[in-house]
């Protein structure tokens, strides 16, 4: 029993460690264009609305929705003045959206309402955690624009694939984590059973 305790110990060294640490970090950055690829190509079915709000608060009308899938979470959030196209709230009815008391945006989606139209997009893939994301955020109206931030569009097989780059730390670094993890675990038990033998 201590002999196969001390060989379990010989094959967990400091640079097995950083071996498995080096490959989880890798890993952690390979599944961010992987998740991006199989979320496009991902059926409906994967995918589910877990926030359906419309909301009316300081003379506008705001709709917010979140869509989760496996590998991804989409935010989008628009807002328009009460009163003026009526744009908004055409799409909450047609999205049969939920009348809202509150906002729950996270702060970082909540546009100004300044009396214009605008609209947020906001992509986060990873796995297990989000590891990545990107924005488009459009002004709508006269003064039309539109700004995109931490997306990367390639063509794979004469297809468009995006692929969001914004590091979203903590989810990069728990995916590097869970991903050295196992590694270790395998690497040590795939050792271990050759001391066995």
Do not use: C
């Amino acid at each position: 029993m201590v002999a196969r305790g001390s060989k379990l110990r010989e094959t967990v060294t400091p640079r097995a460690v950083l071996h498995s640490f080096v490959l989880g970090s890798l890993l952690a950055v390979v599944t961010l264009p992987l998740s991006s690829v199989l979320f496009q190509h991902a059926p409906d079915s994967w995918r589910h609305t877990r926030v359906n709000d419309a909301l009316h608060t300081e003379g506008h009308v705001v709709l917010t929705q979140r869509t989760e899938a496996f590998v991804s979470t989409t935010w989008f959030t628009t807002s328009e003045p009460l009163g003026v196209n009526a744009t908004t709230l055409r799409l909450a009815w047609m999205e049969d959206a939920r009348e809202a008391t509150e906002d729950v945006r996270p702060p970082r989606l909540r546009l100004p309402l300044d009396g214009r139209h605008r609209s947020l997009a906001e992509w986060q893939v990873g796995w297990p955690w989000r590891a990545a994301s990107s924005q488009t955020e459009q002004l709508m109206g006269p003064d039309h624009a539109t700004e995109t931030r931490g997306l990367w569009v390639a063509e794979l097989y004469g297809r468009p694939v995006s692929v969001p780059y914004r590091p979203i730390w903590p989810g990069l670094f728990g995916n590097a984590l869970v991903f050295g993890i196992l590694a270790l675990i395998l690497r040590t038990s795939w050792r271990w059973r050759r001391t066995q033998t």
